[in-house]
Every structure is written in C-alpha cells, then in structure tokens.
C-alpha cells in the first residue's frame, strides 16, 4: 500500500471550511484514498473514500488531483466537534475478503471560536 | 455509535496476568479487526479474522491470541501482561466488497498495566 505524508497539525476558525492535504505520490492505479478521523481517544471513524473522482457525502468531500497524486479531505462548515486527528489512507483492494489499515501519523485538526 | 460494540472499557490489571478483551461486530460484517494504540507506537494492526479464520497477522506479540466465534464475535487474549502492554485496544468490523471496505471501530477498551 502507498505512503502517505500529511502536514502534523492544522487550525480552522470555526464556521469555516477546512481543507486538509495528503500526499500520496506513490499511490498505484488501483488503491483508494481513504480518510479517517479519531476524536480524542475514540474509536476511528470512517468519513470518506475514493478512487478517481471527487466525492461528497454528509460529512466531507473529497477531492483527488488528475495524476492521484495528493488529495484534499474539505470539511465544508468546520465545528468545535471537528477537532480531530485525521488519517489519510492508501490502500489497495484485497478482493473482498478485507485488510489492514496502515495508520500515519495524521493531521491533527483544532477548530478554534 | 459505530454499531460495533467492546467490552470492558476499561480494565486494570497487574504485570504477568492475563486478560480476555471482547467484541462484538456490527451486524452483518464478517471481519474483525484488532489494533493497538499506544502513546508511542500509534495506531498498530494486530490482527484480522475473516467469517472464523484468521486472515492476517501484523504486529500482534506472541503473548497476545485472539479467536472469533460462530456468531461472529471475537475475543482478544493478552497474557504475561508487562508495563508496556497498556494501551487503548479497539475493535472493527466491515463488510467486504470486492473493491473497497469501510471499518467501523468501536470505543475501545483501555488497559492499564501496574
């Protein structure tokens, strides 16, 4: 699976929108971008992921560059609960009987009032 | 609430015992996860058991074993505990697609070693 590298910490005014890179310039054609996020001590959550394409959902969208080699995890409207160490995660299909997840160290996000 | 749920969430325990950590998956999924969080290593893959098998190993010591049920819950076994072994355990579950897989982790279960 890729190697990813991402800034080690972030801040965001609250309301804004926050835009968190990742670089993954080793990504091969058939890995995903997958992002997560882990609140203080909480169990990770899943946000988002994608292959080519951008993608939205409720939580996040995700933007991925032409070449894939970096990725933009956009939190829309950021909120104090958005404060979080986010993960960006390469991997690749392991033909539906699962896999890992390789955990960096992640970007950690502080929305600030 | 991820839908996965783990058991105890805390736990407390002296060098050289031995503890039993326990998860139940969301509904439907097949896979277990185990991972490890410590202060100094970040989040680590110990294991992965697939509808009852083992299906990949990471960095999971010998000391440590894990097992997962006909109903698909999984059981995680540390022994000879040591200092070093405290850490936040925390459990996934995910359906697999053939492309793609979300795991979704419960709250975790805290150890502490003394």
């Known amino acids: 699976d890729a190697k990813t590298t991402q800034p080690p910490s972030m801040d965001c005014a609250e309301g804004r929108a926050a835009n968190l890179p990742c670089n993954h310039s080793t990504i091969s054609g058939n890995e995903y971008v997958y992002w997560y996020r882990q609140i203080h001590s909480q169990g990770p959550q899943y946000i988002i992921h994608g292959l080519k394409n951008n993608e939205t959902n409720e939580m996040a969208s995700l933007i991925i560059t032409e070449d894939r080699k970096s990725s933009t995890l956009i939190l829309p409207h950021a909120t104090l609960r958005d404060t979080a160490v986010y993960y960006c995660i390469v991997r690749a299909p392991h033909g539906g009987q699962g896999g890992k997840l390789i955990f960096g160290q992640g970007t950690e996000l502080s929305v600030k009032p | ?114």
């Open chain 2, 1 to 114: 609430d991820s839908g996965v749920t783990q058991t105890p969430k805390h736990l407390i325990t002296a060098t050289g015992q031995r503890v039993t950590l326990r998860c139940s998956p969301r509904s439907g999924d097949l896979s277990v996860y185990w991972y490890q969080q410590s202060l100094d290593q970040g989040l680590q893959f110990l294991i992965q058991y697939y509808n009852g098998e083992e299906r990949a190993k990471g960095n999971i010591l010998e000391r440590f074993s894990a097992q997962q049920f006909p109903d698909l819950h999984s059981e995680l076994n540390l022994s000879s505990l040591e200092l070093g072994d405290s850490a936040l355990y925390f459990c996934a579950s995910s359906v697999e697609r053939a492309s793609y897989n979300e795991q979704f982790f419960g709250p975790g279960t805290r150890l502490t070693v003394l």
